[in-house]
Nanobody, 128 residues
């Protein structure tokens, strides 16, 4: 399975951005998808995930109410819609996938190694 993220860039505080996560070599229906981010000098953190079967999602408190996940099965692509962006959202954003057996898991208690496949990331900078 290969994963490619895109859509990062520079955005002003309060603005919106949509990231894409395109999968190849496997179908979206088999994989739970997680979105992660890593800010300079900080550890990589998981922020949202989506189940493979119904696309239901989970999010961490840091992005709840501002970030959402959407899936396009026809394009085998997952999107991360980010609204009301803050400077502290500045980070490299990664998409990852794992074969979905029991639903997706995300959060500080979930080890990164749970996700088997990773993209190379896309930079998001929130600044004036």
């Amino acid at each position: 399975l290969q994963i490619v993220e895109s859509g990062g860039g520079l955005v002003q505080p309060g603005g919106s951005l949509r990231l894409s996560c395109a999968l190849s070599g496997g179908t979206l229906d088999r994989y739970a998808i997680g979105w992660f981010r890593q800010a300079p000098g900080k550890e990589r953190e998981g922020i949202l995930c989506a189940n493979s079967n119904d696309g239901s999602t989970k999010s961490t408190d840091s992005v709840k109410g501002r970030f959402t996940i959407a899936r396009n099965r026809a394009k085998n692509t997952v999107y991360l819609q980010m609204n009301s962006l803050k400077p502290e959202d500045t980070a490299v954003y990664y998409c990852a996938a794992e074969p979905d057996e029991n639903g997706c898991l995300i959060g500080p208690e979930v080890p990164l190694v749970k996700y088997d496949y990773w993209g190379k990331g896309t930079q998001v900078t929130v600044s004036l």
